[in-house]
């Protein structure tokens, strides 16, 4: 079992920056994949970036070049570093770890609020 625990969100005008963490209760070292989605209101979830236990990374179209995905092995944290954000950006966050061993395990953070004013 691996909980996941969202930090970093709030209100920001436009064009403003946050960084979200994600905190572990256990290792990252072996979790295959951890990844940001989000869901804006009236609209389905959606990812936003993930990485690899490797270090690969892949973004949404929407936040290349903008949002930044990185994870510290040793503090078992993962962060996600949005730069000139947008209104269309503001959501509920969700951190997720996804392990795949003798079975698959999804796990899912409570999330957190990103608002971004015009």
């Known amino acids: 079992q691996v909980q996941l625990v969202e930090s970093g969100g709030g209100l920001v005008q436009a064009g403003g920056s946050l960084r979200l963490s994600c905190a572990a209760s256990?290792?990252?070292?072996?979790?295959?994949?951890m990844g940001w989605y989000r869901r804006a209101p009236g609209k389905q979830r959606e990812l936003v970036a993930e990485?690899?236990?490797?270090?690969?990374?892949s973004y949404a179209d929407s936040v290349k070049g903008r949002f930044t995905i990185t994870r510290d092995n040793a503090k078992n944290t993962m962060y996600l570093q949005m730069n000139s954000l947008k209104p269309e950006d503001t959501a509920v966050y969700y951190c997720?770890?996804?392990?795949?061993?003798?079975?698959?395990?999804?796990?899912w953070g409570q999330g957190t609020q990103v608002t971004i004013s015009s």
């Open positions: 997720n770890a996804y392990i795949e061993t003798y079975a698959r395990f999804n796990y």
């Open positions: 990485i690899t236990s490797g270090g690969s990374t």
């Open positions: 256990t290792s990252i070292f072996s979790i295959n994949v």
